[in-house]
């Protein structure tokens, strides 16, 4: 079975700092991978989402990024974070059957 | 555009007070329709998975059913533990669409 592992799980940034959220996957390979966000009592909007190594492809226009340095490797990144970049973080990837699993999440919360 | 509504949006029950949650969803293509609950705090944890209309799956107190317009996740007397956010998602291409969620609250 598959673990994905997310850090850090918790942090608070300024406004105007960049951010990098890490997330690797175990027991898997080349898998789908996946970024969404959760704002608070609010449903999932999927950020990002990669194919492969290097392929990344973006759902909602923001100032956040994406990258795949690895295959099991994604990154979520910001070089200037906002007020409204506070959410939780969710990783994700793609298991059999099409089934998507999410890891731990990153609680960011920008000051 | 794949759309996924859930009801309601809260819920309160009683130990042993069985119900159902409903998510409704408008797709074209289905891959699958999933169930999650989440925890506070925590990521989505995976339940079940339905394919094809019909199709039923169980875990402990917890059904899944299925039809070409919606699915039901029903609760056989549940106890406070189930407490939780449910959450339903299609999959229709390469990724999830997700529901906003029914806040399950079972009391003792």
């Known amino acids: 079975s598959q673990t994905i592992h997310q850090w850090p799980a918790t942090l608070v940034q300024p406004v105007g700092s960049p951010l990098s959220l890490e997330c690797t996957v175990e027991?898997?390979?080349?898998?789908?991978l996946y970024w969404y966000r959760q704002a608070a009592g609010r449903g999932l909007q999927l950020l990002f989402y990669?194919?492969?190594?290097?392929?990344i492809s973006s759902e909602v226009p923001q100032n956040l990024s994406a990258s795949r340095p690895q295959d099991r490797q994604f990154i979520l990144s910001s070089k200037k974070l906002l007020l409204s970049d506070s959410g939780f973080y969710l990783c994700?990837?793609?298991?059999?059957?099409?089934?998507?699993?999410f890891g731990e999440g990153s609680w960011l919360t920008v000051v | 555009e794949d759309q996924v509504t859930q009801s309601p949006e809260a819920l309160r029950l009683q130990e042993g007070e069985s119900s159902s949650l409903n998510c409704s969803y408008t797709?074209?293509?289905?891959?699958?329709l999933f169930w999650y609950r989440q925890d506070p705090g925590k990521g989505p944890e995976f339940l079940f998975t339905?394919?094809?209309a019909g199709e039923e799956k169980e875990k402990e107190r917890l059904k899944a059913t299925l039809t070409k317009k919606e699915s039901f996740l029903h609760i056989t007397a549940p106890k406070p533990e189930d407490s939780a956010t449910y959450l339903c998602?299609?999959?229709?291409?390469?990724?999830?669409?997700f529901g906003g969620g029914t806040r399950l609250m079972v009391k003792p």
């Open positions: 797709v074209s293509g289905l891959r699958g």
């Open positions: 339905l394919y094809s």
């Open positions: 998602a299609v999959n229709a291409g390469n990724m999830l669409t």
């Open positions: 027991g898997t390979s080349n898998p789908n």
């Open positions: 990669s194919v492969g190594i290097g392929q």
């Open positions: 994700a990837a793609e298991g059999p059957g099409n089934t998507i699993y």
